[in-house]
């Protein structure tokens, strides 16, 4: 079992940053790829952004990709997913995973974090 807790949503001008932090406990981290979901009001959960087990690979979807960073500290059991150039679009409850199966291409999340709000005005 792995318990992930996140932090760092809030309420930001569009153009603006967040970083988002994953703190897991439980299992060894580094076991697990880690990755970051999202869910806007009236939308299917979708997919944001992975890591690998040692970080030397992520993946992100096409609509974050050049503004956001997926990044982990395996000596600290945190993920981050630094999020740049903010858009409305953006606003979400993002989640945070954890799974054993990632490749470049496909990332199956095992285990989800409660989720934190994100929300971007214009």
């Known amino acids: 079992q792995v318990q992930l807790v996140e932090s760092g949503g809030g309420l930001v001008q569009a153009g603006g940053s967040l970083r988002l932090s994953c703190a897991a406990s439980?299992?060894?981290?580094?076991?697990?790829?880690m990755g970051w979901f999202r869910q806007a009001p009236g939308k299917e959960r979708e997919f944001v952004a992975a890591?690998?087990?040692?970080?030397?690979?992520?993946s992100y979807a096409d609509s974050v990709k050049g503004r956001f960073t997926i990044s982990r500290d395996n000596a600290k059991n945190t993920v981050y997913l630094q999020m740049n150039s903010l858009k409305p679009e953006d606003t979400a409850v993002y989640y945070c995973?954890?799974?054993?199966?990632?490749?470049?291409?496909?990332?199956?999340?095992?285990?989800w974090g409660q989720g934190t709000q994100v929300t971007v005005s214009s």
């Open positions: 439980g299992r060894t981290f580094s076991s697990y790829a």
């Open positions: 890591i690998r087990r040692s970080g030397g690979s992520t």
């Open positions: 995973t954890a799974g054993e199966s990632y490749t470049p291409s496909l990332y199956t999340p095992d285990y």
